[in-house]
């Protein structure tokens, strides 16, 4: 009985050598390390199937969102409306496509960043200054339901709005698609709940 105990206890010995050994060739190879945490990691995943669907649909979402910047020129192509100043063109939860292609015309909806707002506006172009280089152009930009122009609205030292604030044109509206970001913007905690729900959703639904 005891002999058996001691060749268990020795081939056990062995395996926890051999285990160290791993782990020491691992540490030492940055590479090696680097493919054994991965492996543990998928290894501990409860369906890989799902995973891997669900990385999948992140990483086209990611190439699909990079093409699009390219495409409109814009680093930010889709906004949501957040306010009522440009009703009843478009509304609260209307979702915008812009593009950055050509200089804004009079009557063109553009979406500007002003210095003092940290939340962009979506207005109307209302008159347009050339300066006298030919080139230079400026805004003025007026909400729809507005009975006043923006330069209320804009910072001190601000009467136009230059073609650096200009994050893009309006080139599609699609109505309400975006009005779970208001639900978002209007309760802080809905972004607690909303974002790990759809987490579970994706991981569930194998996507």
Same mark, same amino acid.
């Given at each position: 009985m005891t002999s058996v105990t001691q060749r268990v206890d020795a081939v056990a010995m062995r395996m926890l050598r +051999?285990?160290? /050994?791993?782990? $020491? &060739?691992?540490a030492s190879n940055p590479v090696n390390y680097v493919k054994s945490v991965v492996k543990n990691f998928i290894d501990t995943l409860?369906?890989?199937? &799902? %995973?891997?669907f669900? /990385? $999948?649909? /992140?990483?086209?979402f990611f190439v699909g969102w990079r093409t699009a910047i390219a495409m409109t020129g814009c680093e930010s192509p889709l906004v949501v409306v957040l306010s009522? +100043?440009?009703e009843p063109f478009m509304f609260r939860g209307d979702l915008l496509v812009l593009h950055n292609i050509g200089e804004p015309r009079m009557g063109d909806v553009v979406v500007f960043s002003l210095p003092n707002r940290s939340i962009p506006i979506v207005h109307r172009v209302h008159r347009i200054r050339l300066l006298e280089d030919g080139e230079t152009r400026l *805004? $003025? %930009?007026?909400?729809?339901n507005n009975e006043m122009d923006d330069r209320t609205l804009y910072p001190k030292g601000y009467r136009w709005v230059e073609k650096k604030d200009i994050i893009g044109k309006v080139s599609v509206l699609v109505p309400r698609?975006? *009005?779970i970001t208001l639900i978002a913007e209007d309760h802080a905690w809905a972004k607690l709940v909303l974002v790990p729900l759809? $987490?579970?959703w994706c991981w569930y639904s194998g996507m």
């Open positions: +051999s285990q160290h /050994l791993e782990k $020491l &060739n691992s409860p369906d890989k199937r &799902n %995973t891997f669900m /990385l $999948l649909t /992140l990483c086209t009522g +100043s440009m *805004y $003025l %930009t007026k909400g729809d698609v975006g *009005y759809a $987490l579970i």
